[in-house]
């Protein structure tokens, strides 16, 4: 099965050599990029919608009275009370696990049949909108395989879960500011497939690699308040609920830490689930203008990781602080992206004093070729006073951490159907492992979605990464929307 996915990856790959040469031969090319990028013409007032008018759309005067808020709670269309539901079926078959040893959990073969839900409810009344949205999951994978085969921690990780989602109050205060309150997702930065100043929101990182970031924010309880003057958009947010990441079952498929060999003295503890009721602050300036946008952010956040504390007997995230900014610039064919973080106070286990890190990346989106999508992101974590322990067990961080992901999109069937493929390498050489996906995604309805692929991971340096080379599997996911 490692094969047949090697062998769509290069089937994908041979289509993208002949892209150029289909570039070439058409005439219309280069007239689509001309209304694709029709936006930035002061004579154009009604451009053509596309992909790269679809990546620029924030290109716009935040000036206008057409904000986010009122544009939606002000459409005439929008009934009163909204409710809508939607029911999705998945399952995933691990093909490359070896043969498990009788005191291990099985998950070879078909390890999920989830059948997951959603229901959401908006009430609109004047520039007002409130949201409560629920979100739940059952898998009777593990009643079918043999609840007492798996570990409590694997059981309340992938069995079960329900949980309040995008739940908010939103609308405007005057014609310049509006209000947000409640659980809700704040995206910051550009990339879409590397984390640099997008740290508001925790993430589920149960299963990596699996799920595209969009998809993998979790939503916290915070006040935002935005203030539109001119082309800026300045916020002030004030995030209440410090919720931790999800991540995976200790000793479970991805998180499998009895292979790790530790010395016997050394326990690894479970770390906090729930979340905590403490304050902390964030700002936001988003700059949009002609052809080029520019975002500076500052926050106080809690870490994405965690350390141990009290002689190693807990895991508990500690609080680190983030400045920096975000741009995005229209040259020509392409949309070239930035972004620069410095993460201060950052805590590790293997030395006892704080670090500091620098975070930058670099990319581009290539939107210009009909049906067609590329992006390529290169990203470093560079870590300051680094000490060499720093690369040693549970850290595993060197000076220089870096990152590069490449995606490749096509559009067919009157754009119902995407195939796509994303491959992320970690290492400066890709040496440290990884993982590339492939899936299609196809809209049989407005209402009935399906999403096939496959998934590889890539073993590496990295000893997670080197862990995890055999979880390679298939997926497969039906959506009815109600």
């Known amino acids: 099965m490692k094969y047949l996915l090697k062998g769509s990856v290069w089937l994908l790959i041979g289509q993208l050599w002949g892209v150029p040469v289909f570039a070439q031969t058409t005439e219309t090319a280069d007239s689509d990029l001309e209304s694709a990028l029709g936006g930035f013409e002061e004579n154009i007032t009604v451009p053509e919608v596309n992909e790269l008018d679809q990546a620029l759309g924030g290109f716009e005067d935040l000036g206008a009275p057409a904000l986010q808020s009122s544009s939606v709670l002000n459409d005439t269309q929008i009934s009163d009370l909204q409710i809508t539901a939607e029911l999705r079926f998945s399952t995933q078959l691990a093909y490359a696990h070896e043969s498990t040893n009788a005191n291990e959990m099985d998950f070879s073969g078909i390890n999920q049949t989830r059948i997951q839900g959603e229901l959401a409810v908006e009430k609109n009344w004047d520039d007002w909108l409130a949201k409560i949205t629920l ?50 997702i704040e995206v910051w930065g550009t990339s879409d497939n590397i984390r640099i100043t997008d740290v508001i929101n925790p993430l589920d990182n149960r299963q990596p690699g699996l799920t595209d970031i969009e998809d993998l924010r979790l939503p916290i309880t915070l006040t935002k308040l935005s203030y539109f003057w001119g082309d800026w958009d300045i916020s002030l947010l004030a995030m209440h609920e410090q919720r931790p990441p999800k991540e995976a079952a200790i000793q479970g498929e991805f998180f499998p830490i009895q292979n790790l060999q530790l010395p016997m003295a050394q ?36 870490d994405s990781r965690w350390h141990f504390t009290d002689n190693k ?51 581009f989106e290539y939107l210009s070729i009909p049906d067609w999508s590329f992006s390529l992101e290169i990203a470093d974590r560079w870590i300051q006073d680094y000490e060499p322990v720093m690369q040693t067990f549970p850290d595993m961080v060197k000076e220089h951490n870096w990152q590069t992901a490449f995606r490749a999109s096509r559009d067919f069937n009157h754009d119902l159907a995407r195939l796509s493929y994303l491959i992320t390498l970690f290492g400066s050489e890709g040496q440290e492992g990884g993982f590339h996906r492939i899936w299609l995604d196809y809209d049989l309805t407005d209402a009935h979605k399906i999403s096939v692929g496959a998934i590889d991971y890539l073993g590496g340096d990295h000893l997670m990464w080197d862990l995890i080379k055999n979880n390679d599997r298939l997926f497969a996911e039906i959506s009815f929307q109600m």
């Not at 593990?142 to 329900?162: M, N, P, V």
């Not at 690894?268 to 500076?296: C, H, K, M, N, V």
């Not at 741009?327 to 201060?344: F, M, P, R, S």
Request: no cysteine.
């Open 135 to 184: 979100q739940g999951f059952y898998d009777p994978i593990y009643a079918i395989k043999g609840r007492a085969d798996y570990s409590q921690a694997q059981l309340d990780s992938q069995e079960s879960e329900l949980e309040l989602f995008d739940t908010y109050l939103q609308g405007q205060l005057s014609d310049q500011m509006d209000l947000k309150i409640g659980r809700q």
């Open 267 to 302: 326990s690894y503890p479970d770390i906090a689930t729930e979340s905590s009721w403490q304050t902390s602050l964030a700002a936001s300036a988003e700059g949009r203008f002609s052809g080029w946008d520019l975002s500076l952010y500052a926050a106080e956040v809690q």
């Open 313 to 363: 007997q807990q895991r508990e995230y500690g609080n680190i602080q983030m400045t920096g900014f975000a741009t995005n610039v229209v040259v020509q064919d392409w949309l070239l992206k930035t972004e620069v973080a410095l993460i201060q106070n950052l805590q590790y286990n293997t030395v006892s004093q704080r670090k500091n890190r620098i975070d930058a990346l670099m990319g």
